[in-house]
């Protein structure tokens, strides 16, 4: 008897792939993948299975909160670190402080005073009390650094997400500026590569120092033509001694000389 193989069944039949007929909010549409990325803007669906017509799928869509929470703990941690070496400069440690302090620097303890103002000063133009860092979990602590509390911020973000992304980004109508522009014009103002605060500053640093550079070694050629030339009337003078020694010698021979013929 031969061998059958089975392979004569419907089961076995090669049945070639279907388009995904799905409908979203009342329209009708075809995908050629279960894996629909343009049928709702900024969203990935995932068809799994049929489903019946009377029963809907409703898809609730929610913003991801993680990227900006992992910003604004990187925000923070940068802030502390500035803080925390401005603090040092003016820290007092029972000593008078000189040499490479800044503690004497106005432009320092400047920006000092503004970092913790921009913290702490409500902006205007937003929803109260979601216009300042502190409702949404940043507060600062007594030596001017700051604390991020997450669960704070997402309480808040579960409830005023708009107010929220507002404050940081700024409306577009009316024109309010938000807390990142307000921070990165901050900045500027300090470290601008063109005019900003502490860049003329430090490149006065450093026209300072070479200016003293050129005096240094102004000073060390001066010095240097003055050895040469004292070492240039040391020599004339030993000459002029020893020309006079020879003279005198030579007076002491006929001195002698006419001593001698008495």
């Known amino acids: ?34 894996t629909v990325e343009n049928a ?46 401005i603090n040092k400069e003016f820290a007092f440690t029972g000593e008078a402080r000189v040499g490479d302090s800044l503690s004497g620097d106005a432009a320092l303890r400047g920006l000092k005073d503004r970092l913790s103002m921009a ?20 507060k600062t602590t007594n030596d001017g650094t700051l604390e991020f509390d997450a669960a704070i911020f997402d309480d808040v973000m579960t409830s005023n997400e708009d107010e929220v992304i507002d404050f940081f980004i700024g409306i577009e109508s009316p024109a309010t500026i938000g807390m990142a522009e307000t921070f990165d014009d901050l900045i500027s103002q300090y470290v601008d590569s ?12 450093s026209d300072q120092v070479s200016d003293i ?15 040469q030339r004292l070492r240039m009337q040391f020599a ?20 002698q000389g006419l001593q001698s013929q008495k």
């Open 236 to 255: 004339a003078m030993e000459q002029a001694i020893s020309q006079m020694q020879s003279q005198g010698s030579q007076m002491m021979g006929m001195l």
């Open 1 to 34: 008897a031969g061998v059958t193989l089975g392979l004569s069944g419907a089961g076995s039949m090669i049945v070639p792939p279907l388009d995904a007929h799905f409908t979203v909010n009342g329209l009708s549409m075809t995908r050629g993948s279960n």
């Open 40 to 85: 709702i803007p900024g969203v990935k669906l995932e068809l799994k299975a049929p489903t019946a017509a009377a029963t809907p799928i409703t898809v609730n869509i929610a913003r991801d909160t993680t990227p900006l929470k992992e910003k604004l703990e990187s925000f923070v941690s940068n802030y502390n670190f500035a803080v925390q070496l």
């Open 119 to 138: 913290v702490v000063t409500p902006l205007s133009g937003f929803t109260v009390p979601y216009n300042r860092l502190a409702s949404l979990g940043i």
């Open 213 to 227: 550079d050129d005096q240094i070694d102004d000073m060390e050629r001066r010095i240097e033509k003055y050895e």
């Open 194 to 205: 063109g005019d900003g605060i502490l860049t003329k500053k430090v490149s006065g640093y």
